[in-house]
């Protein structure tokens, strides 16, 4: 598996932005799609965004469209997710995942990081 760690995280006002970063170790990070998930306190993981191996395809969830951006960069072995006019419900523990395929479903992914809180107030 691939080591994640997860950064930039922590309490931004609603209407604020945050980007969040995903380290990977290891060489072979160009070779895995990327996705974003959350979770809060008492709900399902939840996907939030997706982007393959070259980065030129992004999938998002509905609830974060026009507001939330990943990205990566393989020669940093790094994702990102960029996140604008947040809002209170996207309160949550935020994890970055590696797996074979640009997918929404958890089970795809075989790499997770420990994540990092986000948390918005209004």
């Known amino acids: 598996q691939v080591q994640l760690v997860e950064s930039g995280g922590g309490l931004v006002q609603a209407g604020g932005s945050v980007r969040l970063s995903c380290a990977a170790s290891?060489?072979?990070?160009?070779?895995?799609?990327m996705g974003w998930f959350r979770q809060a306190p008492g709900k399902e993981r939840e996907f939030v965004a997706a982007?393959?191996?070259?980065?030129?395809?992004?999938y998002y969830a509905d609830s974060v469209k026009g507001r939330f951006t990943i990205s990566r960069d393989n020669a940093k072995n790094t994702v990102y997710l960029q996140m604008n006019s947040l809002k209170p419900e996207d309160t949550a523990v935020y994890y970055c995942?590696?797996?074979?395929?640009?997918?929404?479903?958890?089970?795809?992914?075989?790499?997770w990081g420990q994540g990092t809180q986000v948390t918005v107030s209004s």
């Open positions: 995942a590696a797996g074979g395929a640009t997918v929404a479903v958890a089970t795809a992914y075989d790499s």
């Open positions: 982007i393959s191996w070259s980065g030129r395809m992004t």
């Open positions: 290891g060489r072979t990070f160009r070779n895995y799609a």
